[in-house]
Nanobody, 126 residues
Framework: QVQLVEAGGGLVQAGGSLRLSCAASGRAFSNAGMAWFRQAPGKEREFVSAINWSGGSTGYADSVKGRFTISRDNAKKMVYLQMNSLKPEDTAVYYC???????????????????WGQGTQVTVSS
């Protein structure tokens, strides 16, 4: 079991930065692949970024590559998403998710993730 709580969302102007954090609890965290997904109003939840259990492999959606950086601290049971050069189209609720399998590669498929946080709202104004 993994419990996830996101924080760090808010309102920011285009071009600004935010850092999202995801606090995890549960023994399975250190072996879990972690990801961020987002869902804008009227749209399906989409993959943003993922990191494998060791932090040695990361992946990004094309829309955020070069602007967002995912990282994790297994000792603190934390996952972060540093978001720079934000655009209005980044506006969404951002969700942290955990896949309990200790895979070498990242997983981009939503249904692979068994555990989800409640989400944090990110709003980017133009």
């Amino acid at each position: 079991q993994v419990q996830l709580v996101e924080a760090g969302g808010g309102l920011v102007q285009a071009g600004g930065s935010l850092r999202l954090s995801c606090a995890a609890s549960g023994r399975a965290f250190s072996n879990a692949g972690m990801a961020w997904f987002r869902q804008a109003p009227g749209k399906e939840r989409e993959f943003v970024s993922a990191i494998n259990w060791s932090g040695g492999s990361t992946g990004y959606a094309d829309s955020v590559k070069g602007r967002f950086t995912i990282s994790r601290d297994n000792a603190k049971k934390m996952v972060y998403l540093q978001m720079n050069s934000l655009k209005p189209e980044d506006t969404a609720v951002y969700y942290c998710a955990a896949d309990p399998r200790p895979l070498a590669l990242v997983v981009r498929t939503l249904r692979a993730y068994d555990y989800w946080g409640q989400g944090t709202q990110v709003t980017v104004s133009s």
